[in-house]
């Protein structure tokens, strides 16, 4: 028996879903007795918390696994763990390819590590990716911010769309209870978080698997009403929520984010093309039209509001027109900001299989096209800061500045100011804008608000 301490390292790729998730395993490491290591090379026990959205998400896991697996030869306690998309979607067939591993453990199985890791020091190989029931979290994330934090609403997705492998490798919906969420959030509070960010794949989605139903037919729980239920949470000043989808985002949602002063005025609503046919084809469900009047209706509400989105250009068969229509509905819109990407055919998905797929010279001239507009047009929406007094909770210092701190306006702008991170941080400081860049902004600080928590 060693009398040192054991340390663990995780690298998370892929999306927020896939961060709260190595949080928590991490929470269930420290409680393990295992300690931090930034170095994965110092680390005893190596997990990789994957994603598979497109190939090259993937491809890069394989190049850090091999390094690891040859570090294994020389070390043989060396525990290697693959967790998340891309763990789910090859499952035994990543035993094969990488021999070395120790466990395989898909993203509704990352509540059971502890279980999971005992059947390892046992002397097994193990794989977990039958699709199971997620259990509450009854374990301390260790959380990477001491001002936000991630709180899981819905796991998994409904949805088929055409070109997704999330549904195969995130499962069916499952909500967690409105009173779990406020009990979390309520801890968060206490412990001096600031802001909350409400998560799941389609978090409008909310509350569909849950029993009960309203006498107008409607289900009892919502987004909506989850909003109501949990915004008088104390300590807890802002509430985000992502990811939106079209289809389920509906005018009363829209006036509970108008009316609740706590919920922030940004929304992360995904439109993937700007063309009907192809949006047909996607499976999305909605029309640019019906898209449109979704932004329209939120800026009637709340005609400051920040709109971000996800957009996939080379869609199989999309035609030159086709995408100028998502360029067109993306200068019509003056999206603050657009996480563009080429489309990557995915294993087990139906559009992965069409023989109308485009050369990836079109794909990629179309992705930076649709770049050089995005960043055209953040930088305009951005000058709408220049000068205003706009509200940060400051999170960080900056990294490239140990002058300044840095946090986010309500709207979600990163922004910059003078100021002592031991001092400002988790206060929400009124800051006057005079600077301004495409996705960020810089300015000074007019006024500190001092937050009362109860
Ligand atoms: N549930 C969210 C998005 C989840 S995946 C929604 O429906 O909007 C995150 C983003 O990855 C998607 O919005 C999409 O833009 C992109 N994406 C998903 N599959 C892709 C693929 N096969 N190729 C390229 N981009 C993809
Ligand atoms: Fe994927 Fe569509 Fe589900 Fe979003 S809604 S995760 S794009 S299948
Ligand atoms: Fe990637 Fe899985 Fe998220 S595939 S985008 S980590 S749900």
């Known amino acids: ?10 690298t998370t790729f892929g999306c927020q879903m896939n961060k709260a998730d190595s949080e928590r395993m991490a929470g269930i490491l420290e409680d393990m ?15 990789y918390n994957t994603c598979t959205i497109r190939d090259n998400a993937e491809q890069k896991v394989y190049s850090y696994l091999g390094r690891q697996a040859k570090r294994k030869h020389e070390q043989p306690d060396l ?26 453990m898909g993203p509704q199985h990352a509540n059971r590590l502890k279980d999971l890791l005992q059947q390892v020091f046992d002397g097994n190989q193990v794989v977990a990716t039958e699709p199971i029931h997620i259990i509450e979290d ?40 409105p009173e779990a969420i406020r009990a979390e959030m309520e801890e ?60 389920y ?29 192809v949006l047909k084809r996607m499976a999305r469900g909605y029309t640019h039209e019906k898209y449109r009047r979704i932004i329209k209706t939120i800026r009637e509400y709340m005609p400051d509001a920040a709109i971000s989105a996800d957009a996939i250009v080379g869609f199989p068969g999309e035609t030159e027109e086709q995408f100028e229509n998502t360029l067109k509905l993306v200068e019509d819109i003056g999206f603050d900001q657009l996480n563009t990407a080429a489309y990557s055919p995915r294993p087990g998905t139906p559009a992965a299989v069409w023989d109308n797929q485009l050369s990836e010279e079109v794909k990629s001239d179309r992705l930076q096209r649709l770049n050089h507009l995005v960043a055209t047009i953040a930088a305009e929406r951005s000058q709408r800061y220049m000068g205003r007094t706009e509200e940060v909770l400051v999170e960080d210092q900056n990294p490239k500045d140990k002058t300044q701190v840095m946090g986010r306006t309500r709207t ?27 996705f960020s902004l810089t300015g000074e600080p007019v006024e500190v608000r001092e937050v009362v928590s109860v």
């Open 412 to 438: 979600n702008r990163l922004t910059f100011f003078t100021g002592d991170i031991n001092e400002l941080k988790g206060k929400l400081v009124k800051v006057r804008i005079s600077e301004v860049r495409a």
């Open 79 to 104: 525990t290697l763990i693959v967790a998340g998309c891309v763990a789910q979607q090859e499952g035994e067939a990543l035993l094969r390819r990488v021999p070395e591993l120790d466990l395989v």
């Open 33 to 47: 007795g295992f300690e931090w290591s930034e170095d994965p090379n110092q680390a005893d026990v190596i997990l």
């Open 188 to 247: 968060l509070g206490r412990q001096g978080y600031k802001e909350v960010t409400l998560l799941g794949q389609n978090i409008d989605a909310y509350g569909r698997d849950l029993p009960g139903v309203t006498p107008e037919g409607r289900h009892q729980h919502t987004l909506t009403d989850l909003l109501y239920y949990v915004h008088d949470v104390p300590g807890v000043e802002r509430i985000r929520f992502a990811t939106s989808h079209p289809r």
């Open 249 to 277: 985002f509906t005018e009363r949602l829209i006036r509970a984010c108008a009316e609740l002063p706590k919920v922030c005025e940004h929304f992360h609503i995904p439109f993937q093309s700007g063309d009907n046919e």
């Open 138 to 177: 009854i374990t301390k994330p260790r959380r990477d911010s001491e001002v936000t934090a991630w709180v899981n609403v819905i796991y998994g997705c409904n949805e088929r769309c055409t070109y997704c492998v999330v549904p195969n490798v995130r499962g069916v919906e499952q909500s967690r209870t």
């Open 1 to 10: 028996m060693t009398t040192s301490r054991r340390h663990y390292h995780i």
